[in-house]
């Protein structure tokens, strides 16, 4: 496995990883590879620093906010981990757990076959793909749902 540091022409910047090299081209070239915050297909790697391990251990670096005042890794990763949570909480609160219907479901709200409403899903890449090319608003989670039964 390999991570790779990506950005967006946005400039937004994100980390993924890749089973190798290759396989982050192939999805690349495939529009696989999108900005979480922007959904932009026209990623790039960005510059990043390779991990280096040295006899001695060295302190890392203090990870340092937009006003160039340092965040504690700690503070970062709960932060982000709260408003994961807090997201994951909005969704299962305010939409239906369809499961591995969510495609079938989400193309007959769209067709007026069934009543719309609020859902949430998974779905295969391929029919993720055929509900975008057919006009069908679909987002990812940034999350695996939790899976509820009836």
């Known amino acids: 496995m390999i991570r790779f540091s990506l950005k967006c ?12 090299g290759e396989a982050y081209e192939k999805l690349r070239a495939a529009g696989h590879v999108t900005c979480p915050v922007c959904a932009s297909p026209d990623i790039e790697k960005a510059l990043m620093a390779p991990a280096v391990t040295t006899a001695r251990r060295q302190q890392a670096p203090e990870p340092v906010a ?10 970062a990763t709960s932060e982000l981990e709260s408003r994961l949570q807090a997201l994951r909480a909005h969704v299962e609160a305010n939409s ?21 409403r609020l859902i ?8 993720a793909r055929a509900l975008l090319e057919d006009g069908i608003a679909i987002a990812p ?10």
């Open 9 to 20: 022409p946005n400039d937004h910047g994100f980390e993924s990883w890749f089973q190798s």
């Open 66 to 75: 937009s006003d160039n005042s340092a965040v504690p890794v700690a503070s």
């Open 96 to 116: 239906d757990y369809v499961g591995r219907d969510f495609a079938t479901q989400a193309r007959q709200m769209h067709l007026g076959e069934r009543p719309e």
């Open 120 to 127: 949430h899903g998974e779905a295969k890449p391929a029919e």
């Open 141 to 150: 989670l940034p999350f695996v749902p939790s899976r509820r039964t009836n």
